[in-house]
């Protein structure tokens, strides 16, 4: 008898285990977030600002082309995707000088700006391919300058901010547009009798963004 009874619980086991139960999965931890992808973009922007020598002031309208490389930051920040980049700038124009006696100068006074700034740039979308964005960063900018005839190569601190909204056409290809603030406060123009500053400026700028 006692005989059967082992019988019957060997039998009763091994056919449990055939049956398929199984022991608890333990499920992986899950990987700590990486950095996401690169992208590359190019853009141009607009601005008029305001430039003195002395007593002597006027306007001063900028062209601005730039190149930027970045990569997010596979995080979020308030909804926000972030990422960050660096951008080479280059910004020329021509400044329309007066006298105070509003009589115009005899020469021609020719601007040139090559900031690079390193920037941090937040996205949220707004609702299906549109989405809003903000960026600011900060750098150095290199001048050249030709003032009253007078040429001279300097630099200082540059910083700037944007806001604007972008559209995904692709998975890949974005296009961007809105309002970019550039501080030129600490930029001098020229040297010795004709040395001038730049007053800060807001224009728009527009732009095309690759995604690797």
């Known amino acids: ?50 430039g003195s020598i002395g007593e002597v ?10 190149l930027h ?13 972030l990422a960050s980049y660096l951008e080479v700038g280059y910004l020329e124009g021509e400044a329309s000088i007066a006298s105070p006696l509003r009589a115009p100068l005899p020469t021609a ?10 920037n941090l740039l937040a996205e949220r979308t707004l609702f ?25 190569s300097d630099g200082g601190f540059y910083a700037q901010a944007s806001i604007g909204l972008a559209y ?9 547009g809105g309002a970019r603030y550039i501080y030129l406060g600490d930029l001098e123009l020229g040297s010795g009798p004709a040395v001038g500053e730049l007053d800060d400026s807001v224009g728009y700028e527009i732009g095309l963004r690759y995604s690797f």
């Open 1 to 50: 008898m006692k005989l059967t009874t082992l019988i019957a619980t060997i039998g009763s086991v091994t056919a449990t285990a055939f049956a398929g139960e199984t022991a608890p999965v333990q499920t992986a931890a899950a990987p700590a977030p990486t950095l996401g992808g690169w992208f590359a973009g190019a853009g141009f922007g607009q601005f008029e600002s305001e």
């Open 57 to 66: 002031s006027g306007d001063i309208d900028l062209d601005m082309y730039s």
């Open 69 to 81: 490389l970045g990569r997010d930051l596979g995080t979020q920040f308030l909804g926000c995707d």
């Open 109 to 118: 006074d020719d601007v040139e700006i090559i900031p690079v700034t390193l």
């Open 128 to 152: 299906s391919s549109i989405k809003g964005y903000i960026s600011g960063g900060i750098g150095y900018a290199f001048t050249e300058t030709s003032f009253l005839g007078n040429n001279d």
């Open 168 to 176: 995904d056409v692709n998975e890949q290809w974005e296009i961007y």
